[in-house]
């Protein structure tokens, strides 16, 4: 079974300072991607970016990036210059026949 | 153009009873999937469905129904409300199976 793994439960960052947020898949699929979403409190899933395996550059949106390494399967998300209004849970999320796995979440608290 | 609404926001419900919730796709997509979210964890894949038909189904029981409408909008069913119902309750659209665009979900509370 495909599985998805987030290690990190918690993480604070200062605003305005950079921070990672680790992902890892388990999968023997030569053709997949990533997606990594923030989940405020309000509930909604909002989608931030999305690698996809045959890519050849990482995936740069905005304050958001990816830095994905193939061979770790790893798909970290890096947020540049966090804003106080990045504090929410950030999930990372592969699609597998038209439905999504996710990770365990992260909650990001980002401090003034 | 609207995203994905879904209704209720919230519900409170007795053990036992039975919920009905609803989701309106995003304009243009034409396939609506249902997430649980428990408490702390991440999104769990209840169904998916297309054309007014199941198309695929994850882990969990009978008590879990669906249906999609003409219009493409869909409902989730559960019955039999047990404590561990109680989750927040999302719906992605997508066409054809991409691009999922989720709502705010419907937070349910069994009690």
């Known amino acids: 079974a495909q599985k998805i793994t987030q290690t990190q439960p918690g993480m604070f960052v200062q605003e305005k300072e950079a921070v990672t947020l680790d992902c890892t898949y388990d999968?023997?699929?030569?053709?997949?991607?990533l997606f990594w979403y923030k989940q405020p409190s309000s509930g909604e899933m909002i989608f931030l970016i999305y690698?996809?395996?045959?890519?050849?550059q990482n995936a740069t949106e905005g304050r958001y990036s990816l830095n994905f390494q193939k061979a770790r399967k790893s798909a970290n998300l890096v947020i540049s210059a966090s804003q106080l209004g990045d504090s929410a849970m950030y999930f990372c999320?592969?699609?597998?026949?038209?439905?999504?796995?996710f990770g365990q979440g992260t909650e990001l608290s980002v401090k003034p | 153009d609207a995203g994905v609404t879904q209704s209720p926001t919230h519900l409170i419900k007795t053990r036992g009873q039975q919920v009905t919730l609803r989701c309106s796709p995003k304009s243009g997509h034409d396939t609506v999937s249902w997430y649980q979210q428990a408490l702390g964890q991440g999104p769990q894949f209840i169904f998916q469905?297309?054309?007014?038909?199941?198309?695929q189904r994850g882990n969990f029981p009978d008590r879990f129904s669906g249906h999609q409408f003409p219009n493409y909008s869909s409902e989730l069913n559960v019955n039999a409300l047990l404590l561990g119902d109680s989750a927040l309750y999302l719906c992605a659209s997508s066409y054809t199976g991409y691009g999922y665009t989720f709502g705010s979900g419907t937070r349910l509370t069994v009690v």
């Open positions: 469905y297309y054309e007014e038909e199941e198309r």
């Open positions: 999968t023997s699929d030569p053709s997949y991607g």
């Open positions: 999320a592969a699609p597998r026949g038209g439905k999504l796995i």
């Open positions: 690698q996809g395996s045959y890519d050849q």
